[in-house]
């Protein structure tokens, strides 16, 4: 049930930035008594959220909330289900809305069919299906609905990423070269038979009895009875494939100069002491631009189409909500007159600290400035349906937005070292 609910309900929505104040407004006084929300230049009367439309959603929230029933006007979730079950309304009208701008539509096959595969794929009756959408305060015109939305944002996608042109010889040069080492090269790598003791007398006679009979079978007896290294010890100390960083110096660079079939030690290291023979050498190979265009060129027209996309989604998001207006009591942050209040500092542990401990009241300045930074999206994880993407893990944890940047003041140690604000902050005693 709960993830039947998460699929009828999550559809991709996401909210894009974190809300740490809520700035009620007054609401738009062109909104009529009746609704909570319009939403122009949408065909029909879609852009008219009623009361009642709001009142069913906000239903459906406290279902899939596990509520016993829909919190009042000031209580702690009401808020809460408050904006998310405007978000869905406003969502489900503005993805309507934009498909209709593009000429784009769905038939009721299609939606009927999708419908038919979230029945068969999560419930194994019918009778299992209706218990669970009337327990979520669904209709089946709600999953259609939903279902419409699912089929709409990727024919949407689809047209706004349009046929990207294909690179030119010069940016697929530029990519080439600018990866070569890392995808088209292949390293220099030795197949080595090695010896590895911490006693240099027991590597000593190890190697003495190789100097007398080097064939893969004595090398089977010597690497058994005298190596150490438990990856080779069993297999006549054959380690194949070794990359240039493989083994601890100097024995690492020995191997890579050292000729095949020639016994080389004893060699000091760190580990211990090594006797080993080259038996194979592979040298490095890197493959021409000729063979691997097309792995160039399809990655670059996907990254086109992607840009494409991006930039359609924020154009997206801001037409929208400029012509989103809310009534009062229902203004959140998609509706154009909603001011966002956000502490750029919450979250910045620094930053926490230094207000806590300075009487920021008597000294306005103490404590440094914070700058709000949004964590960038991770490339494909934009869709229409969550616009905001993915954050990357660049300065935060993965998948959430970066902590605020803030200038560093002199006398602070380097980040990986960082020390507590007050800590060399030039903050006032």
């Not at 998310?84 to 009721?108: F, K, N, P």
């Not at 300065?395 to 959430?400: K, P, V």
């Amino acid at each position: 049930m709960r993830r039947f609910g998460l699929l009828v309900f999550g559809v991709g929505f996401v909210v894009l930035f974190a809300i740490v104040a809520i700035a009620e407004g007054v609401g738009d006084p062109s909104v009529p008594a009746e609704d909570v929300a319009i939403v122009e230049d949408v065909p029909g009367d879609d852009g008219n959220i009623t009361k009642a439309k709001f009142d069913h959603a906000l239903e459906q929230a406290a279902a899939e909330a596990k509520l016993p029933k829909v919190p009042k006007p000031g209580d702690d979730q009401y808020e809460e289900l408050r904006d998310g079950a405007l978000e869905r309304l406003l969502q489900t009208v503005w993805v309507r809305g934009q498909a209709a701008e593009m000429g784009i539509s769905v038939t009721d096959e299609e939606v009927a069919e999708k419908a038919k595969e979230l029945r068969e794929q999560q419930f194994k009756s019918e009778a299992e299906y209706q218990k669970a959408i009337k327990e979520l305060h669904l209709t089946q015109a709600d999953v259609n609905e939903v279902m419409e939305l699912q089929i709409l944002s990727p024919k949407i996608e689809e047209k706004a990423r349009g046929n990207p042109s294909p690179p030119s010889d010069a940016e697929v040069e530029d990519y080439y070269e600018e990866v070569k080492a890392t995808q088209f090269t292949q390293p220099a790598t030795r197949d080595v038979r090695l010896i590895l003791n911490k006693d240099k007398k027991k590597a000593e006679s190890a190697k003495a009895l190789l100097e007398k009979d080097s064939s893969p079978e004595n090398w089977l007896k010597v690497a058994k009875k005298y190596s150490t290294e438990s990856l080779s010890k069993g297999e006549g100390g054959l380690r194949r494939g070794l990359k240039e960083g493989d083994l601890e110096e100097p024995v690492n660079a020995l191997i890579f100069e050292t000729p095949e079939d020639e016994l080389e030690g004893v060699i000091g290291t760190p580990q211990g002491f090594y006797v080993f023979v080259v038996e194979n050498s592979t040298p490095e190979s890197v493959q021409s631009l000729d063979d691997v265009r097309d792995q160039i060129t399809s990655p670059l027209e996907e990254q086109a189409g992607e840009a494409a996309f991006s930039e359609f989604v924020l154009d997206f998001e801001a037409t929208w909500r400029s012509r989103t207006f809310c009534a009062a009591g229902f203004e959140f942050k998609r509706c154009a007159s909603f001011e966002e209040n956000v502490d750029p500092a919450a979250g910045d542990p620094l930053l926490e600290k230094c207000r806590q401990e300075v009487p920021v009241k008597e000294f306005p300045d103490a404590c440094p400035a914070p700058v709000r930074q949004l964590a960038p999206a991770l490339p494909g994880t934009v869709t229409l349906l969550a616009p905001g993407g993915t954050g990357s893990s660049l300065g935060g944890l993965s998948g959430q937005a970066t902590l605020p940047q803030r200038p560093r003041p002199a006398g602070l140690p380097p980040a990986e070292e960082e020390a507590p604000l007050t800590e060399g902050a030039p903050v006032v005693p």
